[in-house]
């Protein structure tokens, strides 16, 4: 058996994955909702992700629109530790659909 300290622990890939997926995902809403009366939902396309180091301790993660029209919307995302220094990055695409 293994002891783990939480903030010497690195973040399992699949939790780094849906940090930088949940941080496109709330851009991506803001960007297909702005100005609408009618909400809709973004769904998920594709998504590249790329690890550069361990992700532990604190963890910022971050996201922005880089394109896309009307219904597709283009994402980048990037996680960074407490000294600033990149974690893991993501490319998405993600498509507005009505709820």
Not at 25 to 41: F, I, M, S, T
Not at 46 to 52: E, I
Not at 53 to 72: F, I, S, Y
Request: with cysteine; proline share 3%.
């Amino acid at each position: 058996m293994r002891d783990f300290d939480e903030a010497q622990t690195p973040l399992m890939r699949s939790a780094v994955m849906a940090l930088l997926d949940e941080a496109m995902v709330r851009v991506a809403l803001d960007k297909v909702n702005a100005g609408r009366e009618v909400q809709r939902e973004v769904l998920a396309v594709d998504m590249n992700l790329s690890f550069m180091k361990p992700a532990v301790g604190p963890l910022l993660a971050t996201a922005q629109v880089v394109g896309g029209g009307k219904t597709m919307c283009f994402c980048e995302a990037q996680l960074r530790n407490a000294q600033g220094d990149l974690v893991a990055q993501a490319m998405g695409t993600y498509r507005a659909q009505r709820h």
